[in-house]
């Protein structure tokens, strides 16, 4: 059986054994693309505050799911002009 693509350097037995490798193993398959599986969308809602994406996944997921941006792309400047 071969390694699913987007855990190319773990063991996923090894992974799911905590809720924190849970966690890595759908970033992973979010950020880098499922490969053969189906990612479950409880799981996405679960965890969600707790996943550490890239942004372009991030909103679109935001948009799929709640219909809106939940989550803002932080600013590139550290001053505002007001």
């Known amino acids: ?3 699913p693509s987007y855990l190319w350097d773990y063991e996923k ?3 799911e054994k905590t809720e924190q490798g849970r966690i890595f193993i759908l970033e992973r398959m979010i950020n880098y ?3 053969d599986e189906k990612i479950k969308l409880a ?3 679960k965890y969600w505050d707790k996943l ?3 942004y372009p ?3 679109l ?3 799929l799911i709640w219909k809106k ?6 600013s590139r400047t550290s001053f505002s002009i007001k």
Not at 69 to 74: D, Q, W
């Open 1 to 3: 059986m071969s390694r």
């Open 13 to 15: 037995k090894e992974l």
């Open 33 to 35: 693309g499922p490969g």
């Open 43 to 45: 799981d996405v809602k």
């Open 52 to 54: 550490d994406l890239y």
């Open 57 to 59: 996944q991030k909103h």
């Open 61 to 63: 997921l935001e948009l």
């Open 69 to 74: 941006y939940r989550s803002s792309r932080p």
